[in-house]
């Protein structure tokens, strides 16, 4: 059962779904289970029709002819996700939807987007897919069995505080459509972010957060102690219902705590908030 910022923040769904795998002797009935959730999340929860679904992919699957990973690599190919997600938005849309969809988290930063940029100037849009599913942090992650699923607000799926908060950009909630419901309509939402590398507020979707859409300007400034060198702060609230550290009871398990720290000590704080086995509910910038 989920609770505590888990449900806040729209991502108890995922952390109360286990993983789905393939593994020998599934009956067909399950193997349609793992096909109807390929399809959700390659393609970001859009729905699909009946004469849109991949026949013979999937005919292969339930034969065992092919994996789960070869699968979401066809389904990622089709016609139906490149006239969604690639000729009908611009190019860094696009990109940031990929991450979302075959790697389950937002990109790292503008040299990540621009790596896949050059793919697609290149080689074109299918050793870009290519290049996704055939990366190391792919097969690591879900090897050949295991679907792809969001997993970007994960601590080991990350490597900083920015790029945690650019995940709810992506996805709000585990109902949340890549291509309906959002303010951005198919503009990209990252590209300005993560060329500044910029954090955004993380809220609950059901507050005033779930309209939410790049910010249009910088945090405003606080002067004084704990001001950045830019003047920046940013506010975060944390809980905790489980320890990641030795001691039994973690300092956040009590009540919440705020802290307000500068923008250029974010992700230090954010390592070590995880470290000390509290999970962060909202990050904020100072009004």
């Known amino acids: 059962m989920a609770f505590g910022p888990a449900s806040r923040l729209g991502v108890a769904l995922f952390e109360d779904t286990d993983p789905i795998d393939l593994w020998p002797g599934r009956s067909n009935e399950e193997i349609e289970t793992i096909i109807r959730a390929v399809y959700k999340q390659v393609l970001g929860n859009a729905y699909v029709l009946e004469s849109e679904r991949l026949a013979v992919?999937?005919?292969q699957l339930k034969r065992g002819?092919?994996?789960?990973?070869?699968?979401?690599?066809?389904?990622?190919?089709?016609?139906l996700y490149r006239s969604r997600f690639f000729d009908s938005v611009?190019?860094?849309?696009?990109?940031?939807?990929?991450?979302?969809?075959?790697?389950?988290?937002?990109?790292?930063?503008?040299?990540?987007?621009?790596?896949?940029?050059?793919?697609l100037d290149t080689e074109g849009f299918e050793a870009d897919i290519d290049s996704y599913l055939d990366s190391d942090e792919y097969q690591?992650?879900?090897?050949?069995?295991?679907?792809?699923?969001?997993?970007?607000?994960?601590?080991?799926?990350?490597?900083?505080?920015?790029?945690?908060?650019?995940?709810?950009?992506?996805?709000?909630g585990s109902a949340s459509s890549s291509l309906k419901g959002d303010?951005?309509?198919?503009?990209?939402?990252l590209n300005s972010l993560v060329i500044q590398n910029t954090p955004t507020p993380v809220v609950s979707p059901l507050?005033?957060?779930?309209?939410?859409?790049?910010?249009?300007?910088?945090?405003?400034?606080?002067?004084?102690?704990?001001?950045?060198?830019?003047?920046?702060v940013y506010r975060i609230e944390v809980t905790g219902y489980k320890a990641n550290v030795v001691n039994s009871i973690s300092k956040f398990r009590r009540s919440n705590q705020v802290y307000f720290v500068p923008y250029n000590q974010l992700s230090q704080e954010y390592q070590?908030?995880?470290?000390?086995?509290?999970?962060?509910?909202?990050?904020t910038p100072v009004n």
């Open 57 to 59: 992919p999937e005919s």
């Open 65 to 79: 002819e092919i994996s789960v990973r070869e699968f979401v690599r066809q389904v990622a190919k089709s016609e």
């Open 90 to 119: 611009p190019r860094y849309r696009s990109i940031e939807l990929n991450f979302r969809h075959l790697l389950g988290r937002a990109p790292l930063d503008l040299e990540e987007t621009r790596s896949h940029s050059t793919i």
């Open 140 to 172: 690591e992650t879900f090897g050949e069995n295991t679907v792809p699923y969001i997993r970007g607000y994960k601590t080991e799926a990350i490597q900083s505080l920015v790029q945690f908060s650019h995940l709810f950009q992506l996805v709000r």
């Open 183 to 189: 303010l951005a309509g198919k503009q990209p939402k």
């Open 207 to 232: 507050s005033k957060g779930a309209t939410f859409r790049n910010p249009t300007s910088t945090p405003r400034t606080r002067q004084g102690v704990g001001a950045s060198d830019d003047g920046k």
């Open 272 to 283: 070590r908030i995880h470290k000390q086995g509290g999970v962060i509910a909202s990050i």
